[in-house]
C-alpha cells in the first residue's frame, strides 16, 4: 500500500504567477486628459440620471398598482385633499 502511495505522487502545483506582463509591470498607466476625464463623466452622470428615471417611473407604477405604499411627501403630491384641514 505504501509503495503505490509513493509512486502516484504527483508534484505540488506551481506557484501562480501574476497575470500582469513583465513589460508593464512597473509603469503606471498612461494619464488621462481633461477631454477623456470629461467624457466619462458626462456618460457616467447620464447613465445615473436614467437609472434614477427608471426607478422612479417603476416607484409611480407600483404606487399606482397599489403595491407599494406611499410616503408622506408622495400621498401630499398626488391627493393634497387628505390635508385639507378647511373641511373638518
Known amino acids: ?11 505540488p502545483p506551481p506557484e501562480p504567477t501574476p497575470r500582469q506582463p ?8 498612461p494619464p488621462i486628459t481633461p477631454a477623456q476625464f470629461l467624457s466619462w463623466k458626462q456618460r457616467k452622470d447620464a ?5 434614477k428615471a427608471e426607478a422612479a ?8 398598482s397599489g403595491a407599494v405604499q ?10 393634497p385633499w387628505v390635508f385639507d ?4
Open 1 to 11: 500500500m505504501g509503495a503505490q502511495d509513493e509512486g502516484s505522487r504527483r508534484p
Open 22 to 29: 513583465a513589460a508593464t509591470a512597473g509603469t503606471a498607466p
Open 47 to 51: 447613465e445615473e440620471a436614467a437609472e
Open 57 to 64: 417611473q417603476k416607484r409611480a407604477a407600483d404606487i399606482a
Open 70 to 79: 406611499m410616503n408622506g411627501r408622495e400621498l401630499f403630491k398626488h391627493e
Open 85 to 88: 384641514n378647511n373641511i373638518y
